[in-house]
């Protein structure tokens, strides 16, 4: 017989075929040693508002000099996690081993597949997972946030008993240079300190260039440059807040009655013709050259308001003028807003929650307006000297007392507060999520003190 070589390769070639095959299984398959993470979710709980909304990545703790499986962003305020269905997802496994104490003996095994009601509240908590080839393994510290803290509460402390104790009644401040600045002028001169946070004021500096008599309430920032109007006819400008320089208005057929505010990139001041006496507003966009433009309306304050120029929900520039006095001397209620600084509505004729009051300072914070301060005709602290709007003027009411109150906590279990004295002509600023008050006065009082309050969700890591 002839050999035929060609029949023997291809008859070895089918042996070695069927010899690397499982007679039993003609399905095999390669048998994965990936025991790493990919994922973790809870199960909705009917009882447990937002448990499902838990969102856990592998993240490295500095603490632990380790990966941890967290969620970044803390369940609500006291979530119960003591009762959880989990569905964690590796890339393979054939076994998981939950340790439930930091000396692992407290341990289960668990499914993986979200039927196992677990108790996440725990300080030290790992799952080990066993890939599928039943040898690979990897270990996973568990964390689960919940927020400790009512998030809707307000923060208030008393930071600073006194800024100065020399004489100095009359008081601005306002952000500058990434400082706040706060004036104080006692009749005979013009004082200046600085702070980055509150905590912190530089020693008493004296200004140059301004007269001992400055309006120094009127002080408005605009660019680069603070401005103050005094006596009508002059415009005094600092680009340090320390040295002033003067320009004079005395040619011109109009006298500056008050400045607004910046607001479109112009400088905004209210005006009063000499020829015909009428109130109008004009702008600038250097705090040199002027134009005067439409008339007051009726009604609007020229003094002892509070201007806040900011921006809406829908992120459109929007100016807002609360209390004050009008022309005629008058107490007003009026809340007038705009768009554009020509046009006015007057939120008054809807809506008259605010009462008459001047000396107020008003923020925008957490989408919100918050007013604080306001004396009545007599100069008495009016009784709702804080306020809060949540339709950017509209309407105003008190805050809830359950989350926000001027007071510091002094000492637990049994609660002794620290109270804030109702004034005005304060101060209140935001910088860095904070709200920070300063000084202000009541009919008999001066105060120099500084309170810091910061809404406890804007402490939050990640927030919506």
Request: aromatic content about 12%; some cysteine; glycine content about 6%.
């Amino acid at each position: 017989m002839r050999f035929n070589p060609f029949k023997f390769i291809v008859l070895f070639a089918m042996v070695l075929t069927f010899a690397s095959c499982d007679w039993l299984d003609t399905t095999a398959t390669d048998v994965s040693s990936n025991p790493c993470f990919i994922s973790l979710s809870f199960a909705a709980n009917d009882t447990i508002v937002g448990l499902e909304d838990a969102n856990f990545t592998l993240e490295w703790d500095s603490v632990y000099n380790d990966s941890v499986i967290v969620n970044l962003d803390s369940l609500p305020y006291n979530t119960d996690i003591t009762h959880v269905i989990p569905t964690f997802g590796f890339y393979s496994s054939s076994s998981a081993t939950l340790y439930m104490d930091s000396m692992g003996v407290v341990k289960d095994t668990i499914v993986l597949t979200g039927t196992d009601t677990i108790n996440f509240d725990r300080t030290s908590m790992r799952i080990v997972n066993v890939a599928e080839d039943e040898i690979a393994e990897k270990p996973y510290r568990l964390k689960v946030n919940v927020h400790k803290v009512e998030p809707e509460l307000y923060q208030w402390n008393k930071i600073v008993n006194s800024i100065y104790t020399h004489a100095g009644s009359s008081q601005k401040g306002l952000l500058f240079n990434d400082s706040i600045y706060f004036f104080v002028n006692s009749g005979l001169n013009n004082s200046l300190y600085k702070s980055l946070d509150g905590h912190q004021w530089t020693d008493r500096i004296i200004l140059t260039g301004l007269p001992n008599y400055a309006e120094i309430r009127n002080i408005v920032k605009f660019k680069t440059k603070l401005f103050l109007i005094q006596d009508g006819t002059s415009i005094y400008s600092t680009s340090n807040g320390i040295d002033w320089t003067s320009a004079d208005f005395t040619t011109k057929d109009y006298s500056f009655v008050n400045l607004l505010y910046e607001f479109n990139s112009k400088l905004w001041a209210i005006t009063k013709s000499n020829n015909d006496g009428i109130y109008r507003f004009a702008t600038s966009v250097d705090g040199a050259e002027w134009i005067v433009i439409g008339e007051v309306p009726a009604n609007f304050p020229v003094g002892d308001y509070a201007a806040l120029s900011f921006a809406s929900r829908t992120n459109q520039p929007k100016v807002l003028i609360a209390g004050g006095v009008n022309a005629a001397g008058e107490l007003v209620n009026n809340i007038w807003s705009s768009e554009n600084g020509s046009y006015w509505l007057d939120f008054s004729r809807e809506n008259k929650t605010l009462g008459s009051l001047a000396g107020v300072s008003i923020v925008n914070y957490d989408d919100k307006l918050l007013l604080f301060g306001g004396s009545d005709a007599s100069g008495e602290v009016v009784e709702n000297y804080y306020m809060v709007s949540i339709d950017e003027g509209l309407s105003w009411t008190k805050p809830d007392t359950t989350y926000n109150q001027i007071r510091q906590l002094l000492t637990t279990p049994k609660a002794v507060y620290l109270n804030y004295e109702p004034r005005y002509l304060q101060t209140a600023i935001v910088k860095d999520k904070n709200i920070i008050l300063i000084g202000g006065r009541d009919k008999s009082k001066v105060y120099t003190d500084v309170w810091t309050g910061k809404l406890n969700r804007l402490s939050f890591l990640i927030q919506d």
